[in-house]
């Protein structure tokens, strides 16, 4: 009974250490398969691969362990690129008496490892999540040979070499600064060989990258009120799109010890470092457009590329910056469209100390996004929850139109969109109905046209 005792805690010691996990892999036998787990640990973390022990974690053992490993070798020399030899170490152990062979793999520093006869694709780029190995997405795949790559996307050659530069050069001009190819070079827009690289892409008219402007009636995407696209140079897009934003950065004046005090929707910096934050520090490795959705009580930008390695998002908020497009943020910063580098994120959040709600900065793994909320806008939402009394026959609209005009006098067409939520043609019926059932009466026309509850005597 001891005997057994003892034999029986040994299988369960042997049990527990052999269990497939993030960082361990058993293969009763050796197959050609296993190229496959030795990449994926090779492209995710270190791991063990353990031959000769079932999926049970129970020692089977190898037969002719010295032939498999020669074989194993050959394996890993021969049928995976880059060469792992290096970060790859092959062993024979015996565990219970029985030999089985052991596989260390260290994470490797030229990512993306892959089968050699399948090459960069998923069916050839294999990652580790949890105890098996799938294959790598195609963008997953792109990350890796983006994050691995010598040189930066700014510095290498543009697949275009026929570019033009009117906008640069009108730039330059009002600035004073000489259009010439000294001024191209020390710009880094075309390197020794005078081609031109990817920073002088995007400066020139022809670059294929854009900003798509969407401006919705209410707080989500289910109704637009306009919508716009900007091309070019991506100095003339930086221009084009805050002069388009300005048009419905709307201000608000209230007399404040007998001053006008004037507040934007949106603080006009916050807008304009939101703005070039997004153009400088995306990863124009991807083709993606930078998207901006203006609500009604909101303004979110939102680029391509996650944060650097080795970046948090705590670090974004601490003003910690480093720039994926060093060149690019140069050309810039001598155009005097920024002030200095990496204090952006922190002027913004600055420039709304005095707000209840701060901006917000959102990361994924390969989306960078700003939120900036509008700094005059009301949520009236709540009365309906507390009173739907002022009209026992209105509607909940035409309530929260009601309860405005009990705090205030007048109140506008835009104002109504605004409490509202709506569209300027919902909102614009939901007014003429109210002033037709005598709830409300209209006053004067035109831009300054206005409404007020209507006096009952």
Same mark, same amino acid.
């Given at each position: 009974?001891?005997?057994?005792?003892?034999?029986?805690?040994?299988?369960?010691?042997?049990?527990?250490?052999?269990?497939?996990?993030?960082?361990?892999?058993?293969?009763?036998?050796?197959?050609?398969?296993?190229?496959?787990?030795?990449?994926?640990?090779?492209?995710?973390?270190?791991?063990?691969?353990?031959?000769?022990?079932?999926?049970?974690?129970?020692?089977?053992?190898?037969?002719?362990?010295?032939?498999?490993?020669?074989?194993?070798?050959?394996?890993?020399?021969?049928?995976?690129?880059?060469?792992?030899?290096?970060?790859?170490?092959?062993?024979?152990?015996?565990?219970?008496?029985?030999?089985?062979?052991?596989?260390?793999?260290?994470?490797?520093?030229?990512?993306?490892?892959?089968?050699?006869?399948?090459?960069?694709?998923?069916?050839?780029?294999?990652?580790?999540?949890?105890?098996?190995?799938?294959?790598?997405?195609?963008?997953?795949?792109?990350?890796?040979?983006?994050?691995?790559?010598?040189?930066?996307?700014?510095?290498?050659?543009?697949?275009?070499?026929?570019?033009?530069?009117?906008?640069?050069?009108?730039?330059?001009?009002?600035?004073?600064?000489?259009?010439?190819?000294?001024?191209?070079?020390?710009?880094?827009?075309?390197?020794?060989?005078?081609?031109?690289?990817?920073?002088?892409?995007?400066?020139?008219?022809?670059?294929?990258?854009?900003?798509?402007?969407?401006?919705?009636?209410?707080?989500?995407?289910?109704?637009?009120?306009?919508?716009?696209?900007?091309?070019?140079?991506?100095?003339?897009?930086?221009?084009?799109?805050?002069?388009?934003?300005?048009?419905?950065?709307?201000?608000?004046?209230?007399?404040?010890?007998?001053?006008?005090?004037?507040?934007?929707?949106?603080?006009?910096?916050?807008?304009?470092?939101?703005?070039?934050?997004?153009?400088?520090?995306?990863?124009?490795?991807?083709?993606?457009?930078?998207?901006?959705?203006?609500? $009604?009580? &909101?303004?979110?930008?939102?680029?391509?590329? =996650? +944060?650097? /390695?080795?970046? #948090?998002? !705590?670090?974004?908020? *601490?003003?910690?910056?480093?720039?994926?497009?060093?060149?690019?943020?140069?050309?810039?910063?001598?155009?005097?469209?920024?002030?200095?580098?990496?204090?952006?994120?922190?002027?913004?959040?600055?420039?709304?100390?005095?707000?209840?709600?701060?901006?917000?900065?959102?990361?994924?793994?390969?989306?960078?996004?700003?939120?900036?909320?509008?700094?005059?806008?009301?949520?009236?939402?709540?009365?309906?929850?507390?009173?739907?009394?002022?009209?026992?026959?209105?509607?909940?609209?035409?309530?929260?139109?009601?309860?405005?005009?009990?705090?205030?006098?007048? $109140?506008? &067409?835009?104002?109504?969109?605004?409490?509202? =939520? +709506?569209? /300027?043609?919902? #909102?614009? !019926?939901?007014?003429? *109905?109210?002033?037709?059932?005598?709830?409300?009466?209209?006053?004067?026309?035109?831009?300054?046209?206005?409404?007020?509850?209507?006096?009952?005597?």
């Amino acid at each position: 009974m001891i005997i057994f005792t003892k034999y029986y805690i040994m299988f369960l010691e042997v049990n527990i250490m052999f269990i497939e996990n993030q960082n361990t892999e058993l293969k009763l036998i050796l197959t050609r398969n296993i190229k496959k787990e030795i990449v994926a640990f090779a492209n995710t973390n270190d791991g063990r691969i353990y031959i000769g022990i079932n999926d049970n974690g129970e020692v089977i053992g190898v037969q002719n362990p010295q032939k498999e490993l020669e074989a194993l070798s050959g394996m890993i020399r021969e049928g995976i690129k880059s060469d792992l030899t290096l970060f790859t170490s092959i062993y024979i152990e015996q565990i219970n008496g029985k030999d089985i062979i052991v596989v260390n793999v260290k994470e490797g520093p030229n990512k993306p490892y892959y089968l050699a006869d399948k090459g960069l694709k998923p069916s050839g780029v294999y990652l580790r999540h949890g105890n098996v190995t799938v294959p790598a997405d195609e963008e997953i795949i792109k990350k890796m040979l983006i994050e691995n790559r010598s040189s930066s996307f700014e510095e290498e050659l543009s697949t275009n070499q026929d570019l033009h530069f009117e906008y640069l050069k009108s730039i330059l001009e009002k600035q004073n600064i000489e259009f010439n190819e000294n001024k191209l070079k020390t710009l880094n827009i075309i390197n020794l060989e005078n081609k031109y690289t990817n920073l002088g892409l995007l400066l020139s008219d022809e670059c294929p990258f854009s900003i798509k402007a969407s401006i919705f009636s209410g707080k989500d995407k289910l109704e637009f009120s306009d919508r716009k696209e900007f091309n070019g140079s991506i100095l003339k897009q930086a221009e084009e799109i805050f002069d388009y934003l300005n048009l419905f950065n709307k201000v608000k004046g209230e007399i404040i010890d007998l001053l006008r005090v004037d507040t934007y929707d949106y603080p006009k910096y916050a807008l304009r470092e939101a703005i070039l934050n997004a153009i400088i520090h995306r990863d124009y490795n991807f083709n993606g457009s930078i998207l901006v959705s203006l609500f $009604i009580d &909101r303004i979110e930008v939102s680029s391509l590329g =996650g +944060l650097l /390695k080795g970046l #948090t998002i !705590e670090d974004i908020y *601490n003003g910690i910056s480093e720039t994926r497009n060093p060149k690019l943020a140069n050309v810039f910063y001598r155009l005097k469209y920024v002030e200095s580098f990496g204090t952006g994120i922190d002027r913004i959040m600055s420039s709304y100390v005095d707000n209840d709600k701060q901006p917000v900065i959102s990361i994924s793994d390969n989306v960078f996004k700003i939120t900036l909320y509008n700094r005059n806008y009301t949520d009236y939402s709540f009365i309906l929850n507390e009173d739907t009394q002022f009209n026992p026959f209105g509607t909940s609209k035409e309530n929260l139109i009601i309860y405005y005009l009990k705090h205030h006098k007048t $109140i506008s &067409r835009l104002d109504a969109e605004r409490v509202l =939520g +709506l569209s /300027k043609t919902r #909102t614009s !019926e939901i007014l003429k *109905n109210m002033v037709n059932d005598g709830m409300l009466t209209i006053n004067g026309n035109g831009k300054t046209t206005n409404y007020s509850l209507k006096n009952r005597g």
